[in-house]
């Protein structure tokens, strides 16, 4: 056939009558034949997801618009009616979604006046404890909690940690629903993961957006410090979106959702369940986070100042400031040196070195590996209580 069409398409301009008519006729035969060829048999499509959802529970719905055998012409291509829905899973965790209003009492040189704000909770636990970010609630007089029922509560703090901007909150309520949390050490980049949120305040519930893992591990900087060991995500998260959830496919609560990158689009960050996790228990039990204190303050090796040094080291921390009544300080470490590791745990930049540091007990003696006068040296180091609030 292609032979014949090319030819049909190159041939003489000037063909007779009949000529024309058999060629008519020829290609008509060619259509018919070609129209009553067998249809292929159909192939079963793997969701554009990757493998099938392990939903661990979790009742998630059946792919939309999935074709079957017999299905009428013009059913929506496999590439989009394999996308599974993901409304079931939505209804499984947004009765443990609440917002918070709050108001914070502001003086003023003439005059008092109250700000409003407004940000999202997560149910931890069904006696009325509750998950959200530290600066929704930070120096709020009064905060108010609205449950998906309609019901409203007046909360307290039960504690806060500004190093994580995470917080916990009580009401007087039972048999709230919950979130349970997963593991989000093995989130790999590129799952996908479901934010909910009090996106803008606004009424009807909370706002779903899906997007996936775009990055981990990221370290940003705030007006209220520097924020360790991310999610970073492309589903959107507005204001109003602090402290919900962060949720993978199985229905497990994987970051709490915490800020935005102003000037920038699809970019979000979520504190990681890991992270999270044991902060919550110790604001529950003690009412705050007790860390550890090595006395110290560093920076990341870069190679511009691996040059400066005169080093050959590309991970580490270069110290640069001390208490001289610290424990690092009394163990000879001095500004200027390199740290590498932790308890023979590396430590390639100032992230990892204080999530590192963080995992040790107050009181416990670790060993430091570092870089002094080019030389590398192991001290013992006695880890200090660090102050409330510093």
């Known amino acids: ?135 929704v609630v930070q120096g709020a007089e009064d905060i108010s909690v609205n449950l998906p029922s309609g019901e409203s509560y007046m909360a307290e703090v039960v504690g806060q940690d500004r190093i994580t901007d995470l917080a916990v909150l009580k009401i007087d309520a039972e048999d709230l629903p919950t979130v349970s949390f997963g593991n989000s050490d093995k989130l790999e980049v590129g799952d996908w993961v479901v934010a909910l949120g009090n996106a803008l305040a606004l009424k009807g519930g909370p706002t779903v957006t899906l997007g996936i893992v775009s990055a981990r591990g990221r370290t940003i900087s705030t007006e209220r410090g520097d924020l360790y060991d991310l999610i970073q995500t492309d589903a959107a998260i507005n204001d109003g979106n602090s402290g919900g959830p962060l949720i993978n496919l199985d229905g497990e609560v994987i970051g709490i959702n915490t800020a935005i990158l102003r000037n920038a689009q699809g970019i979000g960050f979520a504190v990681s369940s890991s992270v999270a996790s044991p902060i919550i228990d110790s604001l529950i039990e003690h009412g705050r986070v007790t860390r550890p204190l090595i006395g110290l303050t560093g920076a990341d090796v870069t190679p511009a100042r691996a040059n400066q040094l005169g080093i050959n080291v590309t991970d580490g921390i270069i110290v640069t400031r001390m208490s001289q009544d610290g424990p690092a300080y009394e163990a000879g470490i001095r500004v200027g040196d390199v740290i590498t590791k932790l308890n023979d745990i590396p430590t390639p930049d100032m992230a990892g070195f204080l999530t590192l540091l963080w995992t040790f007990d107050v009181g416990q003696k670790i060993q430091v590996e570092y870089l002094h006068e080019g030389e590398t040296t192991v001290s013992g180091v006695q880890l200090e209580e660090r102050p409330p609030g510093a």
Do not use: K
Not at 35 to 52: C, I, K, M, R, V
Not at 59 to 83: C, F, K, M, R, W
């Open 1 to 135: 056939m292609s032979g014949f069409v090319t030819w049909f398409l190159q041939g003489p301009r000037q063909i007779s009558a009949t000529g024309r008519l058999a060629i008519s006729i020829i290609v008509l035969l060619t259509v018919v034949a070609c129209s009553n060829q067998a249809a292929p048999e159909p192939t079963q499509q793997l969701s554009s997801f990757g493998d099938p959802v392990n939903t661990n529970g979790a009742d998630l719905a059946n792919p939309i618009g999935e074709t079957q055998a017999g299905d009428a012409v013009g059913s929506a291509p496999a590439s989009l009616s394999s996308l599974p829905s993901i409304a079931s899973l939505v209804n499984t965790i947004e009765p443990a979604v609440v917002s918070i209003s709050v108001e914070s009492l502001n003086r003023g040189l003439f005059f008092d006046f109250t700000d409003e704000g407004a940000g999202t909770g997560t149910v931890i636990r069904e006696d009325g404890y509750i998950l959200t970010s530290f600066h």
